[in-house]
């Protein structure tokens, strides 16, 4: 039996390895490569992001007026700094594959103007399990369900 377990692999690379297999498992192979999804890791180090928008627990989505007034900064040896309008965010960043933690993580705990979404922001950037990339945004997730923090490159 042959089994071909492809893993960012190009399926034309596939072809010695599936050579020594039979037709039906050639086949079975290809298919199997297609169908799985290919991860590409992005390097955050030296990346800074900007918010776009936050959708909490409930669907209830946030845009902030200004994403300027949230960034944060990837910077070498794992440190993270930022800012969430009114305070300041640092800490440690994790990165492998599609798993990204904050930790530690802490931020400024000044009181922010009306309309803020320091809180928000802060709350579910402290849960943060995971990241992928869309059209060029990074999106967070966190280990509730349904939560997305959306960030688009700083220019």
């Known amino acids: 039996m042959c089994i071909v377990k492809p893993s960012k692999l190009f399926l034309f690379s596939l072809l010695p390895v599936l ?9 079975a192979g290809v298919e199997e490569a297609a169908a799985s999804p290919v991860v590409e890791i992005t390097p955050l180090e030296g990346s800074n992001w900007q918010l776009v928008q ?36 640092g800490g440690s960043w994790q990165q492998e594959e599609t798993v990204l933690r904050f930790e530690p993580f802490d931020a400024g705990r000044s009181l922010c103007q009306p309309g803020s979404l320091h809180n928000n922001l802060v709350l579910n950037l402290s849960n943060v399990v995971g990241h992928e990339f869309r059209a060029g945004h990074m999106i967070l997730t966190t280990d509730t369900e349904g939560v997305e923090i959306e960030f688009e490159p700083v220019e």
Do not use: H, W
């Open 54 to 89: 936050l959708t909490v627990m409930g669907g209830y989505e946030f845009t902030p007026d200004d994403p300027g007034k949230y960034v944060l900064n990837f910077r070498s040896e794992n440190r993270l700094t930022g800012t969430s309008d009114c305070n300041r965010i």
């Open 19 to 27: 050579a020594a297999c039979g037709p039906a498992e050639q086949r």
